[in-house]
């Protein structure tokens, strides 16, 4: 088996050195406990295909051994051999490619699924055995010595054949502590490398899982694994209190893929250990691009708030959090996002305030005066409380939107709009507009609510007003990006002149009435300015 040096420092020299902050509670309750070395044994082939939905092509297998080897995985468990021919197929494609990691075959305890793994050419034999008694009585119908026999005969066919081999007793966890205890000496005897302790239904607690290592141990001499399923959500957990009481090796998938609720997650595994014992078991850096790669391949969408690798998991929004990361990114994060190859954001939301903002604008190298930002945050936050996150493209706009409109007085301000529309109904639209103090209130019809939006206004305020040009452009993709309106209004006596508005926001006839009376305004401007026309 493969194995990797691991660095001599302590936890925590290595937390200072690699922007981790964690707790320095963690090293008092380790009392001296020191983790020497830990070997990533990663299922995402086997295990995690077994997800309901899961289905990968050979292309896509043999891309994620790629990745997995350049993450620095010891041993790859490329699949199930006995399966199918598809499967073998895939398995000594992956065992061709030449990779670092030792690529590993599953394999019932019996010859002929040995004999099927080792025509992959795979250099890691895991063979397996339920060893529980609700398994012996209901699924095995075997006893106790049975169990053992078969357990022994296959280690040691498989040893024959060079290979290193790891013997997992199924559903250990749940096994009579005395017959784990000889079903590990029979096996260790038969030459097994490793021996796998699973939590196969997820129902052990770190405690126990510690006293169970523990006890393991005390007969054990070889590697000890586990391998963790997450049914009541303590798969990383127990992976790591394994280790810390001695197991050396941890079964892990990419995402926390796996059957039911999943195993042990392989990107929570590693930073763990970084954080707490100072072992960098992969290539931290690569983490977060091959969960997202491995993400799309599998079609299971990375939670956002999921650890590590989240898109939450460095996003910031609330105004107070911001202007504390700004300050030093140890206030409200648990180690720096460039460890696992993840990056920070600053999220324009409701809960932004000027800091927020303005360090946003500076990241986006926009230079916005300071007597701007009070009015973008309250725009950001008009957006947020109706459902919209403002992405940098919006923010951009909506930024430059209000630093270009220029210092007016409002004489022509907008106080109650309504629109009627849909199947069947007349588009029309109500406003009541408020010119020097006086109110006006105007009903008119279109051919869609925009158009009678803005006759109704045109109407409420000067009918010499004439619509020359109107566009509209959705500043992202999505169906909830924000609508940037351009209005061009021109005034029907005189010379004609040109008057302009814009306007950004969720809603386009909203917006469209905003860029208009915008437009207004600039024109009563020039008038109470003597602007010839």
């Not at 169970?212 to 070889?222: M, N, P, R, Y």
């Amino acid at each position: 088996m493969k194995t990797r040096q691991v660095g001599s420092e302590s936890a925590r020299e290595v937390a200072d050195r690699r922007s981790i902050y964690t707790s320095h509670y963690n090293q008092q309750a380790l009392k001296g406990r020191k983790v020497a070395e830990v070997t990533i044994f990663d299922t995402t082939l086997r295990d995690g295909e077994q997800t309901p939905g899961v289905a990968l092509s050979m292309q896509e297998k043999l891309r994620i051994a790629e990745l997995l080897d350049e993450l620095g995985v010891h041993v790859i468990e490329a699949g199930f051999p006995a399966t199918s021919e598809g499967e073998r197929q895939a398995i000594k494609a992956i065992a061709d490619l030449g990779l670092d990691s030792s690529i590993c075959g599953l394999a019932r305890s019996n010859p002929a699924d040995i004999d099927v793994a080792l025509g992959c050419d795979v250099d890691y034999i895991h063979t397996f055995l339920a060893t529980s008694d609700i398994h012996l009585k209901y699924k095995l119908k075997m006893t106790r010595e049975e169990v053992m026999e078969k357990a022994v005969a296959a280690v040691e066919y498989a040893k024959s054949h060079g290979v290193t081999v790891e013997f997992s007793c199924e559903d250990a966890t749940r096994t009579e502590i005395g017959f784990l205890k000889d079903m590990h000496v029979a096996v260790q005897d038969a030459g097994v490398d490793v021996i796998n302790v699973p939590d196969t239904v997820g129902v052990i607690s770190p405690e126990a899982m510690d006293m169970l290592i523990s006890e393991l141990l005390t007969v054990t001499k070889v590697p000890i694994s586990v391998h963790c399923h997450d049914d009541l959500g303590l798969a990383v957990a127990n992976s790591i209190a394994a280790i810390r009481a001695g197991a050396r090796q941890a079964h892990v998938c990419v995402n926390g893929l796996g059957e039911r609720a999943g195993n042990a997650a392989l990107e929570e595994v590693a930073m763990d250990l970084l954080a707490f014992y100072g072992v960098e078991p992969l290539v931290m850096s690569k983490i977060g691009s091959t969960c997202k790669a491995i993400s799309r391949m599998t079609g299971y969408p990375i939670p956002k708030n999921k650890a590590i690798v989240g898109s939450n998991a460095f996003s910031h929004e609330s105004g107070i959090h911001v202007h504390g990361v700004m300050g030093h990114a140890s206030t409200y994060e648990a180690f720096g996002p460039e460890i696992v190859g993840m990056s920070r954001a600053i999220v324009m939301g409701k809960h932004s305030g000027a800091h927020s903002v303005r360090d946003k604008l500076k990241e986006l190298r926009l230079d916005i005066a300071d007597d701007h930002i009070p009015e973008i945050v309250k725009k950001i936050k008009e957006l947020a409380e109706s459902g919209k996150t403002v992405d940098d493209a919006e923010l951009v706009a909506l930024a430059d939107h209000v630093a270009s409109r220029e210092l007016r007085e409002e004489r022509v301000k907008l106080k109650e709009f309504a629109v009627f529309t849909g199947k069947g109904i007349t588009p029309t639209a109500t406003v009541t507009v408020e010119v020097d103090g006086v109110s006006n209130t105007v009903s008119q019809v279109g051919i869609g609510p925009v158009d009678a939006s803005l006759k109704a206004l045109r109407s409420a305020v000067d009918e010499n007003l004439v619509l020359e040009e109107y566009r509209l452009s959705a500043i992202t993709g999505g169906s909830d990006s924000l609508a940037e309106v351009t209005v061009l209004l021109r005034d029907s006596n005189g010379t004609g002149r040109l008057f302009v508005g814009k306007g950004i926001g969720s809603d386009i006839v909203q917006t469209s009435v905003d860029a208009t009376v915008e437009a207004i305004n600039r024109q009563y401007s020039m008038i109470k300015k003597g602007v010839s026309e």
